[in-house]
């Protein structure tokens, strides 16, 4: 548990969302005039290394380094982080940055990973995956509360070109710690490549691609995680149109980041006992609803008061699909199967950004309430893909038979 922690805060500060997201985003909007189509494309590319989170399962699973199928990799994979983000504290353009930030989004995507298939094994063994699954983000988004508020305070003091290459440097020290905390805290066999092992293990997941139901699952998750998305609109909307100070802006991500917690611990202390569809359709209404609230946004009260909650509804939303995808992982494959169902979403949500940022932009002329009433509306249409899941009154959190 603390070593789930311990990943995920890092990851809440390190990832390309984390800490140099608004400066990054600033950066491009304010030397380089670009339009929210373009930033929201430059920053899809940081979602390539995610959406191929299977093929670094895969190696990890059956091809141990120097003895560990896990230890050493996330070791390596947090050093290459770490030097990258030092190294985009020295540079100004957008194709430097682009490449030097994929090898940041690369590391933290195998860094990820593997604590995902950590904590498969794990929660599979125990029946505590959502137990593993709601720490994992309780603390990333603890970790985001102050990346957020540190990133929006850099944007605001400093010049674009600073603001940005300060955030590079906090990221870049992050990561030290969970390469200290995987050689101290992460308990592993060591292990050789066993061919025959290797042959039979393929063979399974063979198998297991062949599942109807993991592919059902994969099915909804991507129709769930495909609602338009309006994240780069809004922050162009709250910097154009209401005029809110930069600093402010990043307090409202700091803002949802603790509504995301307080999700966690509604979580952890009322909702561990609902079945997996009803934690399903409680989340479905919440994210609606949260969504459609944005209707409501006109000062920075309001602002304050709508990111919040829409960081509870995240938060269990997040635990609920995380949790389901983790109970249909196959034994021995695990992080290549939750990979696979992680790179679903993060395709989905990928897409997502880009066709919002595209109908803000072209299809509704800048406006904002009509990009929300579209994503409000895909949210909702998730309901009825309930029934195709058949979970009948399977516990949440409790691993599938297959």
Same mark, same amino acid.
């Given at each position: 548990?603390?070593?789930?922690?311990?990943?995920?805060?890092?990851?809440?500060? &390190?990832?390309?969302?984390?800490?140099?997201?608004?400066?990054?985003?600033?950066?491009?909007?304010?030397?380089?005039?670009?339009?929210?189509?373009?930033?929201?494309?430059?920053?899809?590319?940081?979602?390539?290394?995610?959406?191929?989170?299977?093929?670094?399962? !895969?190696?990890?699973?059956?091809?141990?380094?120097?003895?560990?199928?896990?230890?050493?990799?996330?070791?390596?994979?947090?050093?290459?982080?770490?030097?990258?983000?030092?190294?985009?504290?020295?540079?100004?353009?957008?194709?430097?940055?682009?490449?030097?930030?994929?090898?940041?989004? @690369?590391?933290?995507?195998?860094?990820?990973?593997?604590?995902?298939?950590?904590?498969?094994?794990?929660?599979?063994?125990?029946?505590?995956?959502?137990?593993?699954?709601?720490?994992?983000?309780?603390?990333?988004?603890?970790?985001? *509360?102050?990346?957020?508020?540190?990133?929006?305070?850099?944007?605001?003091?400093?010049?674009?070109?600073?603001?940005?290459?300060?955030?590079?440097?906090?990221?870049? *020290?992050?990561?030290?710690?969970?390469?200290? &905390?995987?050689?101290?805290?992460?308990?592993?066999?060591?292990?050789?490549?066993?061919?025959?092992?290797?042959?039979?293990?393929?063979?399974?997941?063979?198998?297991?691609?062949?599942?109807?139901?993991?592919?059902?699952?994969?099915?909804?998750?991507?129709?769930?995680?495909?609602?338009?998305?309006?994240?780069?609109?809004?922050?162009?909307? *709250?910097?154009?149109?209401?005029?809110?100070?930069?600093?402010?802006?990043? !307090?409202?991500?700091?803002?949802?980041?603790?509504?995301?917690?307080?999700?966690?611990?509604? @979580?952890?202390?009322?909702?561990?006992?609902?079945?997996?569809?009803?934690?399903?359709?409680?989340?479905?209404?919440?994210?609606?609803?949260?969504?459609?609230?944005?209707?409501?946004?006109?000062?920075?009260?309001?602002?304050?008061?709508?990111?919040?909650?829409?960081?509870?509804?995240? *938060?269990?939303?997040?635990?609920?699909?995380?949790?389901?995808?983790?109970?249909?992982?196959?034994?021995?494959?695990?992080?290549?199967?939750?990979?696979?169902?992680?790179?679903?979403?993060?395709?989905?949500?990928?897409?997502?950004?880009?066709?919002?940022?595209?109908?803000?932009?072209?299809?509704?002329?800048?406006?904002?309430?009509? !990009?929300?009433?579209?994503?409000?509306?895909?949210?909702?249409?998730?309901?009825?893909?309930?029934?195709? !899941?058949?979970?009948?009154?399977?516990?949440?959190?409790?691993?599938?038979?297959?």
């Amino acid at each position: 548990m603390f070593f789930f922690g311990l990943v995920y805060v890092v990851e809440g500060i &390190g990832q390309t969302g984390g800490i140099i997201a608004q400066p990054l985003s600033y950066y491009l909007k304010e030397v380089y005039a670009w339009t929210p189509v373009q930033v929201t494309a430059f920053l899809t590319v940081f979602n390539f290394p995610w959406i191929i989170k299977p093929v670094y399962g !895969l190696i990890s699973d059956f091809l141990p380094l120097f003895g560990y199928r896990r230890k050493t990799y996330l070791i390596l994979a947090n050093a290459l982080a770490a030097g990258s983000y030092l190294l985009a504290t020295q540079l100004a353009e957008p194709g430097q940055l682009l490449f030097t930030l994929l090898l940041t989004a @690369y590391a933290m995507a195998v860094s990820s990973t593997l604590c995902g298939a950590l904590l498969v094994e794990n929660g599979q063994r125990f029946g505590t995956s959502g137990a593993f699954v709601n720490q994992q983000w309780l603390w990333f988004n603890v970790a985001a *509360m102050g990346a957020s508020l540190v990133g929006g305070q850099l944007v605001q003091f400093l010049s674009p070109a600073s603001a940005l290459h300060s955030a590079a440097l906090i990221a870049g *020290m992050a990561p030290v710690a969970v390469m200290l &905390g995987t050689w101290y805290f992460v308990a592993e066999q060591r292990s050789s490549v066993n061919f025959s092992e290797l042959r039979t293990a393929l063979g399974g997941l063979r198998s297991a691609l062949r599942t109807k139901g993991l592919w059902v699952v994969g099915f909804f998750l991507f129709l769930y995680y495909f609602s338009p998305g309006f994240n780069t609109p809004l922050y162009y909307h *709250m910097t154009d149109t209401l005029h809110f100070p930069q600093g402010y802006i990043g !307090l409202l991500g700091s803002i949802a980041s603790a509504g995301s917690v307080v999700g966690a611990l509604l @979580y952890r202390w009322h909702l561990t006992e609902m079945t997996s569809k009803r934690l399903l359709q409680l989340s479905i209404v919440l994210g609606t609803l949260s969504t459609a609230s944005f209707l409501l946004l006109f000062d920075e009260a309001t602002a304050a008061v709508l990111n919040f909650c829409n960081g509870i509804a995240a *938060m269990i939303a997040l635990v609920a699909t995380l949790t389901l995808a983790a109970d249909y992982c196959p034994k021995r494959s695990e992080g290549f199967a939750f990979a696979v169902l992680m790179s679903v979403t993060n395709l989905a949500s990928a897409l997502s950004d880009n066709v919002g940022s595209f109908l803000y932009e072209h299809a509704f002329r800048s406006r904002l309430a009509p !990009l929300i009433i579209v994503s409000a509306a895909f949210t909702a249409f998730a309901w009825v893909l309930i029934p195709l !899941l058949r979970l009948g009154n399977k516990p949440h959190g409790s691993p599938v038979v297959q």
